[in-house]
């Protein structure tokens, strides 16, 4: 079982085409599926194009009657698709963003790598369609921002929101960890993610995405001198939080020999 998770906060224009896109790649790409979206106290029509289409696809919907944010979405989201499943060697949780920046076209690619053997795949992403020149410097920067105190071996991109985990590895990072588990918001929460989720996973792998900005159907919600703040001052907070500094992450004999001894 594949688990879509998506995190919406006022996205009517768009969360509806998704979901009838990702629909159209699983019927082209059998595999079992199901999403899952998080409505976080959307003001918009969210909520009601959501009811519509929990009668045609797979769909669960979770609604928060106020906004919790980016990070807590995530982790709920997670968290249920490890509740879920009987399976945790076998299935995985897929999250993405519900405003056409992360394309489902895709998810096959993502999938494969986890039926391949990987156990965590990062799609880095190359943006394409921002008219920000700010911006376009920022989406490059902001990973390097967080170096020296978020590593996660082979991974370049580690605030990408596209990712897909076996969900062995979230759950033995939920069980380790604290809870909540993400204490960072926005991009830095994406990298505290996978510095979390990466202790437990064997291998962990990428591949080469599209962010399409010229998708999108809203302006961004905060200005990028602000998104480029709040990445830097997360720094304090992932350090204090001990991540795994650049080559002191287990080496993968070790993480073999730590999810062999993992009951399923």
């Known amino acids: 079982m594949i688990y879509i998770c998506i995190p919406s906060y006022n996205e009517a224009p768009t969360i509806g085409l998704l979901l009838w896109k990702v ?3 699983f019927a082209g790409f059998p595999r079992e599926y199901q999403l899952l979206v998080l409505d976080d106290g959307s003001s918009d029509a969210t909520s009601e194009v959501l009811e519509r289409y929990t009668r045609v696809l797979p769909l669960t919907v979770t609604r928060h009657g106020e906004r919790v944010g980016y990070a807590g979405s ?13 399976r945790p060697k076998r299935d995985a949780a897929l999250l993405m963003h519900a405003d056409f920046v992360h394309g489902p076209h895709f998810i096959p690619d993502l999938v494969r790598r986890i039926e391949s053997g990987a156990d965590i795949v990062i799609a880095e992403g190359k ?8 911006r376009r410097l920022l989406r490059r920067l902001a990973p390097v921002l ?7 071996p082979g991974v370049s991109d580690v605030v990408s929101g596209f990712a897909i985990f076996r969900l062995v590895t979230l759950r033995n990072a939920f069980r380790s960890g604290p809870a909540p588990l993400l204490s960072t918001q926005g991009w830095a929460a994406n990298a505290e993610l996978y510095s979390r989720a990466c202790r437990h996973a064997r291998r962990v792998e990428t591949i080469a995405a599209i962010e399409r900005r010229d998708l999108r159907q809203r302006p961004s919600r905060a200005g990028a001198w602000d998104v480029a703040m709040t990445v830097w001052q997360s720094r304090g907070r992932l350090r204090h939080l001990g991540l795994p500094e650049p080559g002191t992450e287990p080496s993968v004999g070790e993480t073999n020999r730590q999810a062999e001894a993992t009951p399923s």
Do not use: C
């Open 127 to 134: 943006l394409e369609g921002e008219p920000s020149r700010t």
């Open 74 to 86: 995530v982790e709920e989201l997670l968290r249920q698709a490890v509740a879920r499943t009987d």
């Open 146 to 152: 967080l170096r020296g105190v978020v590593s996660v």
């Open 23 to 25: 629909r159209q790649v």
